[in-house]
């Protein structure tokens, strides 16, 4: 198990905030680095939050202008800020378009031979970051668990969610790419990152990322999901993101709000910011 390297830590709300690097397996052994807030506790371990940042971002940005700090510091709650994709991996073209390769992993593992290696950011999420935090005994308790995320990283804790049913107790997502089989930002993700050979339209292999797909095939009647999408979003007018894809669905438990006039920085993300810690407070100190 790797062990963690702490590159800064500043005391902000309740606690600390601190960052660390890891060289990590899921990522070919790049080194990768996070941010994690921690608040004080009274002895016993506080419930997670992971953040999972969008396109360009990286494991500071949510830290900084989300405006989360002193809401999950009141409740006690932790926040991991990992980054959202490999660095330096070297492979061609990563750094040519701001929406695929560097900053813009899409939270998932890459089959295509010519990312796989490096680009396997759901094994670092789901997998390798919890258990090298775990080894780290930084007092968080995994049995308490919830994501939320950004754009990209909306559709992240989304999907994610949506894959391992009981792992996590919530998720929610300001302005996320909510259909990204369909949509361009997914399509180009999709087409790069993974190895499809179903000829249908989308392919297969892209659905099991969809959240709108998983969605409508869940089973389960507990689901605890909150979106938030700004009308005045750029990226909602140009079919980026289509929240409509979530209520079409039709299931219990998933709550799409439309905000008037906001758009798709972060002055919207902190006035929500409050709203969404205290609606996973509600399950994580259930």
Same mark, same amino acid.
């Given at each position: 198990?790797?062990?963690?390297?702490?590159?800064?830590? #500043?005391?902000?709300?309740? *606690?600390?905030?601190?960052?660390?690097?890891?060289?990590?397996?899921?990522?070919? @052994?790049?080194?990768?680095?996070? #941010?994690?807030?921690?608040?004080?506790?009274?002895?016993?371990?506080?419930?997670?939050?992971?953040?999972?940042?969008?396109?360009?971002? #990286?494991?500071?940005? *949510?830290?900084?202008?989300?405006?989360?700090?002193?809401?999950?510091?009141?409740?006690?709650?932790?926040?991991?800020?990992?980054?959202?994709?490999?660095?330096?991996? *070297?492979?061609?073209?990563?750094?040519?378009?701001?929406?695929?390769?560097?900053?813009?992993?899409? &939270?998932?593992?890459?089959?295509?031979?010519?990312?796989?290696?490096? &680009?396997?950011?759901?094994?670092?999420?789901?997998?390798?970051?919890?258990?090298?935090?775990?080894?780290?005994?930084?007092?968080?308790?995994?049995?308490?668990?919830?994501?939320?995320?950004?754009?990209?990283? @909306?559709? @992240?804790?989304?999907?994610?969610?949506?894959?391992?049913?009981?792992?996590?107790?919530?998720?929610?997502?300001?302005?996320?790419?909510?259909?990204?089989?369909?949509?361009?930002?997914?399509?180009?993700?999709?087409?790069?990152?993974?190895? !499809?050979?179903?000829?249908?339209?989308?392919?297969?292999?892209?659905?099991?990322?969809?959240?709108?797909?998983?969605?409508?095939? !869940?089973?389960?009647?507990?689901?605890?999901?909150?979106?938030?999408? *700004?009308?005045?979003?750029?990226?909602?007018?140009?079919?980026?993101?289509?929240?409509?894809?979530?209520?079409?669905?039709?299931?219990?438990?998933?709550?799409?709000?439309?905000?008037?006039?906001?758009?798709?920085? !972060?002055?919207?993300?902190?006035?929500?910011?409050?709203?969404?810690?205290?609606?996973?407070?509600?399950?994580?100190?259930?």
């Amino acid at each position: 198990m790797p062990v963690l390297e702490k590159l800064s830590s #500043n005391r902000v709300s309740t *606690g600390w905030l601190t960052k660390y690097k890891f060289p990590s397996t899921s990522l070919g @052994g790049l080194d990768t680095q996070f #941010n994690i807030f921690v608040p004080f506790s009274s002895g016993s371990s506080v419930p997670v939050l992971f953040y999972l940042a969008g396109l360009t971002c #990286n494991e500071d940005t *949510g830290a900084q202008k989300g405006g989360f700090l002193n809401a999950a510091g009141k409740e006690g709650i932790a926040v991991v800020f990992p980054d959202t994709s490999p660095r330096g991996a *070297g492979v061609e073209g990563e750094d040519d378009d701001w929406q695929l390769g560097t900053g813009a992993g899409f &939270y998932i593992n890459a089959t295509a031979e010519k990312w796989k290696k490096h &680009y396997n950011m759901y094994d670092l999420m789901v997998k390798e970051l919890p258990a090298v935090l775990k080894e780290a005994d930084l007092g968080l308790d995994f049995s308490r668990w919830s994501l939320f995320g950004h754009s990209m990283g @909306g559709h @992240g804790a989304l999907s994610i969610y949506l894959k391992n049913p009981g792992l996590f107790k919530s998720a929610s997502a300001f302005a996320p790419i909510c259909n990204p089989a369909v949509v361009p930002w997914g399509i180009g993700a999709f087409s790069n990152y993974l190895d !499809y050979k179903t000829r249908s339209n989308p392919p297969a292999e892209w659905l099991q990322h969809d959240s709108s797909h998983l969605l409508q095939n !869940y089973a389960a009647d507990d689901l605890h999901i909150l979106v938030d999408v *700004g009308t005045g979003d750029d990226f909602l007018k140009k079919g980026q993101l289509e929240p409509g894809s979530l209520e079409r669905a039709g299931k219990e438990g998933v709550q799409v709000r439309m905000q008037d006039d906001y758009d798709h920085s !972060y002055y919207f993300i902190s006035t929500f910011a409050p709203e969404h810690i205290a609606f996973h407070a509600k399950f994580l100190k259930a």
